[in-house]
């Protein structure tokens, strides 16, 4: 790829300051870059890295004296990470698929692809599958029957999406993910099993220790599929199940890492966030503009509100109300877990006191 700092400018809606025609081939850090690549120092305490490299440009920070720092043209942001999109979708090369169908990719006849199609090597589209315009298909991939998916679409190598499933316009799935896989639902036949057991136990208030139950499994068989809305993007070997009898849903906007699990039947709201290695057990329901940190984990049937914000290695056993903060195991409002890790760095020195206590303690009654 080939581009002008002045093709930057313009794709980040602002202007271009000294040679805009410097053809460049792509952005590195400051210390790295080199004379075709566009050095990225959004502040100022990145400037040093350009004498360190040989970046003729940069994207600098707003008011910077790019003349002083030896640079030949600039772009200057109030706030450079709000240019990252725009830039990295600029500079990006994307999947390097051949326009049209490839030859040994299976194309079901019944299958509608829209215009503008870009579809690798050894992909499987089913029957009776609709895929909306500019689609981007890498190897491997495969979409099972009935399914339906918008346009701008971007399933790289690997990426599976099961059969009679819904999927919104600008969907990206990255690799070795996976979308409407059977849930994991299974009853014992003869007799409840020890789990329920365990769980109708606790409700009434009796002892736990002590369960017994069938372990002989059958499968629910799941016949939701899974809806997704516009503008989703799902992980690299992340798992999305379909539902039992109603589909599994995933609002418009929400993001998802990698390694992340969301179970039968859960809701999810628009615009959540949910990081690495989460995990949302079935039927749970989340708000709009959630956010999970890393490994956090939410129980079964349990609602999130809107505006949630979970630390990292949360886990959520109960319903969470709209707009609060929460961290720890269980989660409990994030003032109240520093306040917990706090008073727990003080057990030790606590832990001396009372062994000290009870040494004094012990000599007076002696004495007496």
């Not at 050894?122 to 009935?146: L, M, Q």
């Not at 409700?203 to 599929?225: D, K, M, Q």
């Not at 990292?312 to 609060?324: F, L, S």
């Amino acid at each position: 790829m080939q581009f002008t700092l002045a093709d930057i400018a313009n794709a980040l809606g602002t202007e271009v300051l000294g040679r805009g025609d410097l053809v460049l081939t792509g952005a590195a850090e400051p210390a790295d870059a080199g004379p075709d690549q566009i050095a990225l120092a959004m502040d100022p305490k990145y400037a040093g890295g350009l004498a360190q490299g040989q970046a003729r440009t940069a994207l600098l920070w707003q008011g910077a004296d790019w003349q002083a720092l030896g640079l030949e043209g600039a772009v200057c942001l109030a706030r450079g990470k709000t240019a990252m999109p725009l830039l990295t979708k600029t500079l990006d090369p994307g999947l390097g698929i051949e326009p049209g169908i490839h030859p040994s990719a299976i194309v079901h006849p019944t299958a509608v692809i829209g215009d503008g199609a870009a579809i690798g090597p050894f992909v499987v589209i089913e029957k009776d599958v609709v895929i909306g315009a500019n689609a981007r298909i890498g190897p491997h991939v495969s979409v099972g029957y009935d399914t339906q998916i918008g346009a701008d679409v971007t399933l790289h190598a690997g990426a599976r999406i099961a059969h009679g499933c819904i999927i919104g316009d600008r969907f990206t799935l990255q690799s070795n993910a996976v979308i409407g896989g059977d849930g994991f639902s299974f009853v014992t036949l003869e007799k409840e099993s020890a789990v329920e057991s365990l769980r109708g136990n606790m409700a009434e208030g009796e002892e736990a220790s002590t369960v017994e139950g069938s372990a002989h499994w059958a499968r629910v068989h799941s016949l939701g599929g899974v809806e997704i809305g516009d503008d989703v993007e799902v992980g690299a070997t992340s798992t999305i199940d379909r539902g039992t009898i109603r589909a599994t849903r995933i609002g418009s906007g929400t993001k998802i890492d990698c390694q992340v699990q969301v179970g039968h039947n859960a809701v999810v709201g628009d615009h959540v966030m949910m990081c690495g290695n989460v995990g949302v057990s079935g039927s749970a329901k989340i708000g709009n503009r959630v956010v999970l940190g890393g490994k956090v984990g939410v129980s079964d049937n349990i609602f999130i509100g809107d505006d949630v914000i979970a630390g990292g290695g949360t886990n959520i056993y109960t319903n969470v109300p709209a707009g609060r903060a929460v961290l720890g195991s269980p989660a409990v409002k994030i003032e109240t877990e520093m306040a917990i890790r706090r008073e727990l760095r003080r057990l030790p020195r606590l832990a001396q006191t009372l062994r000290d206590l009870q040494k004094t303690v012990s000599n007076l009654v002696d004495k007496t």
